[in-house]
């Protein structure tokens, strides 16, 4: 019941936005950047995190952060965070500037629903090599979460943290910011995870997750959340939950596309090929469906022939632009 009233309310105060079948956003969450130091999880990650945002930048796509950006409860003081990785702050600063960054938080980086902290700490950062201050991210105004609505169709696409009516992370939030600060993040260095977090606690995680599913089939959207660190990606007739992943995974990263009025789950992963060299991979996981298919305001039949028209549809555009794009080479 509590659940139910925290996504309400997020649902009824986040921020809307406009989106169409010629739109490509990305939405990556739980990077958990840390300051670089032996407990930071995100070190592993930071390449495939550079090289998919560079990616992401030069196709045009807009960069949705959907919470836990930074590990603000383990290391407060962000400009340490900032300074441990520059490259990764460099990339996003690019979104920011072509007004294609979109910035929830979640609740290990619960700081930035204080607007003075986010003033303070990211519209300026100082360059200590060179001793001077630059803008950053100036103007940042993180939001609790986002509507994005179809200028066609009017089908709307919730998207949030999801640590909302997760007690020990939401109401109780002061309290798990403690024991991380003081206790936890020492354990981090040895490997030992906190057993009382969803994303090792699969009972907790689960119930998480029927929580979801009871508020998309009352309020008839789709979801689309972090927080459980399992990507997800509904089969069949399941409900339109989503859930991106995260950026801390032992040799991978995952992330939801939007492009083309379909929607994926990709996995950035290092490879090796058979001369040694390491290279990135982007691979798809699920996907790519029509968001259609998961507007569950209608009938699930007809849901289903209207996707099934848009992914005919898009064949044929494809075919369309390839066959023009190979009479062009041999002109």
Not at 4 to 10: C, E, F, I, Q, V
Not at 13 to 34: E, L, P, T
Not at 156 to 171: K, S
Not at 267 to 283: A, F, M, N, P, T
């Amino acid at each position: 019941m509590f659940t139910d009233k925290r996504l309400t309310g997020a649902y009824e105060k986040a921020k809307r936005m406009y989106f169409d079948d010629y739109s490509r956003i990305v939405f990556m969450s739980d990077a958990h950047r840390g300051d670089g130091s032996v407990s930071d999880e995100f070190l592993r990650s930071h390449n495939l995190f550079v090289h998919a945002l560079s990616e992401y930048y030069e196709s045009d796509y807009t960069f949705v952060e959907v919470g836990d950006g930074e590990e603000l409860l383990e290391y407060s003081k962000f400009e340490h965070i900032r300074n441990a990785h520059a490259d990764a702050y460099d990339n996003i600063k690019k979104f920011y500037d072509d007004d294609r960054y979109i910035r929830i938080y979640g609740n290990h980086d619960l700081f930035l629903k204080n607007q003075r902290y986010v003033e303070k700490n990211y519209y300026e950062n100082y360059d200590a090599y060179n001793e001077i201050s630059y803008e950053f991210l100036k103007g940042l105004e993180p939001v609790e979460s986002l509507v994005l609505k179809h200028r066609q169709t009017s089908q709307e696409i919730f998207v949030l943290h999801g640590h909302q009516g997760d007690a020990p992370n939401d109401q109780f939030w002061y309290l798990t910011m403690l024991s991380l600060k003081y206790f936890w993040r020492f354990l981090h260095r040895f490997g030992i995870r906190n057993p009382a977090s969803p994303i090792n606690n699969v009972s907790k995680r689960h119930k998480i997750e029927r929580n979801y599913s009871k508020w998309i089939q009352e309020h008839r959207k789709m979801l689309i959340c972090g927080h459980t660190h399992r990507f997800k990606f509904p089969k069949n007739n399941d409900d339109p939950y989503f859930n991106t992943g995260c950026g801390i995974y032992p040799a991978s990263i995952t992330a939801l596309e939007i492009s083309e009025g379909m929607i994926r789950l990709v996995r950035w992963k290092e490879k090796v090929d058979d001369e040694g060299v390491l290279y990135i991979q982007r691979e798809t996981m699920r996907g790519p469906e029509p968001v259609e298919r998961f507007d569950i305001r209608k009938p699930r039949k007809v849901a289903e022939y209207l996707a099934e028209l848009k992914l005919k549809r898009t064949k044929k555009e494809r075919e369309e632009r390839a066959a023009f794009r190979e009479e062009g080479m041999q002109r």
